[in-house]
C-alpha cells in the first residue's frame, strides 16, 4: 500500500532538496572557504539525500513524478518577513485558461444543470481549480462552484 504525502511533506522534501543542491554546487565549483569542511558537506548531503528516500518511501511512482515536476518548477528563496512576497500566495496560470473563465464567467455557473458525471469533466471547474480558486462543498452530484 502506498502513502499519500501531504502538502507539508511535500514542503519538508523540496527544501531538503534545495539543500541538497546547494552542496552539490558547493561540491562541484570546490568554493576555496569551504574547502576544509568539504568531506563534511558530502557527509551532509548523503544524510539528507538519505531523508528524502525515507519519506518518499512506499510513495507511488505517480506521486514521486508529480513531486519531482512540481521541485524542479518551485524556487526557493530567503527573504524577511516583512517582504510583501512573504505573506502571499500565487498561481501561476496559462493565459489561455484565464481567458476561458473571463469569457464563461461564473454566471454561467448559477444556470448550470450538469450532472455529477458531466461536472467532473466541466472545463471551467478545472479552470477554476488550475487557478487555485477552490470550491465550497455543497452537497454529492452538485458543482461545488454553483451559488
Not at 565549483?29 to 569542511?37: A, K
Not at 519519506?55 to 514521486?64: F, I, N, Y
Not at 450532472?115 to 452530484?141: A, F, H, M, T, Y
Request: with cysteine; net charge positive.
Amino acid at each position: 500500500m502506498s502513502k499519500y504525502l501531504t502538502a507539508q511533506s511535500k514542503n519538508v522534501i523540496a527544501c531538503i532538496a534545495g539543500c541538497i543542491g546547494v552542496m552539490e554546487d558547493m561540491i562541484r565549483f570546490d568554493f576555496p572557504e569551504y574547502r576544509e569542511v568539504m568531506p563534511r558537506i558530502k557527509a551532509c548531503r548523503t544524510h539528507l539525500t538519505k531523508v528524502i528516500e525515507a519519506g518518499e518511501k512506499d510513495v507511488d511512482q505517480d506521486q514521486k513524478i508529480a513531486l519531482i515536476r512540481w521541485t524542479s518548477n518551485s524556487q526557493i528563496m530567503v527573504m524577511p518577513k516583512t517582504d510583501p512576497r512573504a505573506d502571499k500566495e500565487y498561481a501561476i496560470v496559462e493565459g489561455e485558461t484565464l481567458e476561458r473563465i473571463v469569457k464563461n464567467s461564473l454566471s454561467d455557473c448559477a444556470v448550470c444543470l450538469k450532472n455529477e458525471s458531466e461536472v467532473k469533466q466541466c472545463q471551467l471547474r478545472k479552470d477554476l481549480l488550475q487557478c487555485g480558486i477552490l470550491p465550497k462543498p455543497n452537497g454529492r452530484g452538485h458543482c461545488p462552484f454553483q451559488p
